[in-house]
């Protein structure tokens, strides 16, 4: 559902290592810039001739699914298809495709592999024992699995060891790259100490080892594995059930596809025990420069509403320490270090899941087919692919696209599926306020027009490009008639002068301001024009899923809300022409061009106006569907589904009854901005779209939803004619410039004398320019692995830096130099090492 090293194979040496969509399911944003001055970073772009064409490039995008990466590019060779969206890790597919001059590929560095574990009990319903209740089992599974020989005996090479949540490829890996070297040699492959410690920990848990098999309560012990078949995994799964052999655990092998695997890790109750442990996989679909909020998100009940979430229990310290990385709750950079090593370290003591590896993948493409990829996401996760794929020099066309799955669960804007495989296509229908830069993650202005963003004086936030205004103020009171919580009874809006009677201050204020012409160019794919409505249902929907008082309570969404609301000042309406919102909150970004918060109605889970949703609403209210999986598994009702299936029948009865009704939800509120004209015009645009379509997706984007075959499991997008942008919008990004470092030094050094150390930065054979590096750190290791100097390389020239080393107090042996380098213009670190020898003076 929702990162990569070791770059040889692509021609790069770089060490690669989070919503929130799934691969597999399985799918959950660096340089560091700490001052609050402003600074100009040059951007990769290419000019590209203009066009008078508007929305895609071409006509119809078709998605069919093939499992296996061999027959893709089978079908690749043949012409059958024109793209394979995956992260593909075979090196001698590789190869093949890169011998081939008919085919292309993108590369990516955001998919991951892990174990989930099932937490409940210590007994299941039924009295079995569940020895990764425990967390001193789970922790010890991390020195139990060898990362290395996952690396680079079932990838082949194509992904490295995997420790922690954060990816090695993004930022915060580099920042604190101290504490996961640390992690990494404390967690080492080690079985006999892992066995140690699961056998004292059963016996603790009233099991005993029976003729080299653990039994409990006279019962023996079996381990189920869910095992995922598509990929490596299939390996992965194998290879752990070995493992937990070998420490005395009769294991069963469960081999189940996504389509298989979902109903039981991601929809049953845990203390079912339907099974122990998972084979996860995951892509970050847009570069990260905070990896703060997996903690929250891997480790808590807050963000993921499906029942295995909901079943976590982190300890009461790891708990407000992954709320405030979260949150951001920390008022300097140095302060935010602190939290993410405890973090760190207690989510290894917690192991809900055991990290493996980070991918380096590539998905292969026919050579005459374009598409904007993104560096952590590639092909399937980015967010421009459905504004710049296209045949090369053509408009029109069809694309034949094909990746492993489609329609695997239910599509809602809410609480719907979670799988990268739905969600590619779905970011196609949707629009949203800003754009993430597919090399920096940085966000682009989209649909809104301009941002100001003030901060409280001495936080860490920074800008990096011109479009945004950035400025820094003593303090910022909260006007009292802003609105700050949502009363779920009455249906209204609570004012900052009712939730706050003696006021309240913020530590940021957001400002966007849309286009003057927004109302009058964009539209919902059912014709309906898109009307303040649409966003104030939007606002309302942040708080009403999680209030107890609401019809539509989810109590997994209330945790949610909870934690929003912590940080939560206000937002104000200031203008609706043009639409200008003011958002106040303690929560923020490091970069100011992140901290964008546009109230464009795009959900955690898909896009929907004001009409479409109310029909889910009305249908959860009288538990007939549930939006999340964990409610409709509560209620025993369907998981909504705009798209398929029984949902349906009963959506469209809503609709039926709707129409002419001058129905509106939330009336008290949203009553003011939709009339009851506006409200039976639009249940009959919806009407007549399901009429024709067979569904009720319904979003802006530039293509819409034509057809849905969940049997066949393929579904047609289509180029939608009303949308207002030009083609060429994103035609603008070249290669992303990922640094390649070299490392040279002497290969012995007396100890005491200093020794000096060559980088040297480059791409494309040039040097770097050092206007476009943000940082060159190093780290020392002595023989035995321990970190015994940090600090930051000295600038020669562009491309060239050096480090000059003290020696003195080192030990005569083996030492390791690490360099780590990060960029303002592409959000992945390089690294290199070099080692040496110290000898006696």
Known sequence: MLRKRLMLVFGLLIVASMVLAACGADTTEAPEVVTTEEAETPVVETEAPRTTRTGAWVDQVVFTSIDQAEAALTQLQAGEIDIYAYSVNDPVLFDTVKADDNLSYTTAFGSYSELSFNPSGPEFLDGRLNPFSSPV????MNMLVDRDYIAQEIYGG?????????????????????????????????????NEIITAEMIAMGAELVDGLWSYNGAQLTIIIIIRTEDER?????????????????????????????PIWVQSDPAEGQWHIYTGGWITTAISRDDGTNFSFFYT??????????????????????????????????????????????????SSRVWLIDQISFSPQVANLEVAYDLAGGVAGSALWPYTIRFTGEEGGVVSWAQPGVLIEPWNPLAGSNWIYDQTPQRATQDTGTMPD????????????????????????????????LSFVDQIDVPADAWADWDAVNQVFLTVGEVYPDGVTSQVKVTVTYPADLWETVSWHDGSPLTMGDFIMGMIMTFDPGKPDSAIYDEATGANVEAYLAHFRGVRILSTDPLTIETYDDLYALDAENNAVTWWPTFAYGTA????????????????????????????????????????????????????????????????????????????????????RGHFWNGTGPFYLESVYPVEQTLTLARNPNYPDLADEWARFSEPKIA??????????????????????????????????????????????????????????????????????????????????????????????????????
Do not use: C
């Not at 090399?439 to 490009?465: C, N, Q, Y």
């Open 137 to 140: 089992i789970r922790e010890a």
């Open 158 to 194: 194509l992904a490295v060891p995997k420790f922690t949540s954060l990816n090695s490829s993004f930022a915060d890996y580099a920042r604190y790259v101290a504490t996961n070297r640390a992690i990494e040699a404390f967690y080492a492959y080690n079985p006999e100490r892992a």
């Open 234 to 262: 299939m390996e992965i799964g194998d290879y752990v059930g070995s493992q937990l052999e070998s420490v005395g655990f009769a294991v069963d092998r469960q081999y189940k596809t996504r389509s298989e695997a979902s």
């Open 301 to 350: 009940p807050r963000d993921y509403p499906i029942p295995l979430h909901q079943a976590y229990t982190p300890t009461e310290e790891f708990d407000a320490v992954a709320l405030r990385l979260r949150n951001n709750d920390f008022t300097s950079m140095e302060e935010r270090g602190e939290l993410f090593e405890q973090a760190l370290w207690l989510a290894q003591q917690d």
């Open 438 to 469: 597919p090399f920096t993650g940085l966000a682009w202005p989209h649909k809104i027009e301009s941002m100001d963003v003030v901060a409280t004086t001495g936080l860490p936030i920074a800008r990096t490009l011109d479009w945004v205004t």
């Open 609 to 692: 106006p004001w009409h479409n949703l109310a029909i889910g609403v009305q249908a959860e209210t009288d538990a007939q569907l549930a939006f999340s999986a964990d409610k409709a598994d509560a209620l025993e009702v369907e998981w909504m589904s705009y798209i398929s299936g029984p949902s349906l029948d009963i959506l469209s009865s809503y609709v039926d009854a709707n129409v002419g009704a001058g129905f509106i939800p939330y009336a008290a509120t949203l009553g003011q901005y939709v009339t009851a004209e506006e409200a039976d015009a639009r249940f009959a645009n919806l009407q007549a779209w399901y009429a024709e």
């Open 740 to 841: 390649v470092v070299d490392l040279t030094g002497p290969t012995s050094v007396a100890a005491g004398e200093e020794a000096t150390f060559d980088v040297f930065v480059t791409f494309n054979d040039a040097p770097y320019p050092g206007a476009e590096i943000s940082g060159v750190q190093y780290l020392v290791y002595d023989a035995t692995g321990t970190l015994v100097a940090t600090g930051e390389a000295t600038f020669v020239a562009d491309g060239q830096y050096q480090i000059v080393l003290p020696t003195d107090g080192f030990a005569a042996g083996s030492n390791k130099v690490e360099v780590a380098v990060t960029s303002y213009v592409v959000s992945i670190p390089s690294f290199a090492s070099f080692e040496f020898v110290t000898t006696a003076p």
